[in-house]
């Protein structure tokens, strides 16, 4: 199983970044996808998730400026972050839970987002 996520970089406050995780190894079309953030000294969290029949929950932090999509053609899910906060600074993490009735639990090396303010 393959997660490559990609997209992060630096930003200033206020804009915007399109986070993308490319799956391979799993059955992409039956697996519930989150992406998950890691600020410094701080425990994992989700930040986003999108179930198999499109679904979609996010954090409370998050709410309003982040959108998560996915696209079973290509295997890929998205994170559109919009109106991004210096506190949203964090390592992104692509994450697959259950996969059809099974609860996987695999975790993609993850993307650095830095916002400045």
């Known amino acids: 199983v393959q997660l490559q996520a990609s997209g992060g970089g630096l930003v200033q406050a206020g804009g915007s970044l399109r986070l993308s995780c490319v799956a391979s190894?799993?059955?992409?079309?039956?697996?519930?996808m989150d992406w998950y953030c890691q600020a410094p000294g701080k425990q994992r969290e989700v930040a986003a998730g999108?179930?198999?029949?499109?679904?979609?929950n996010y954090a409370d932090s998050v709410k309003g400026r982040f959108t998560v999509s996915r696209d079973t053609s290509k295997n890929t899910v998205y994170l559109q972050m919009n109106s991004l906060k210096a506190e949203d600074t964090a390592v992104y993490y692509c994450?697959?839970?259950?996969?059809?009735?099974?609860?996987?639990?695999?975790w993609g090396q993850g993307t650095q987002v830095t916002v400045s303010s």
């Open positions: 190894g799993i059955m992409f079309g039956i697996s519930d």
């Open positions: 999108i179930n198999i029949g499109g679904s979609t």
């Open positions: 994450h697959v839970g259950r996969v059809g009735l099974i609860w996987r639990n695999y």
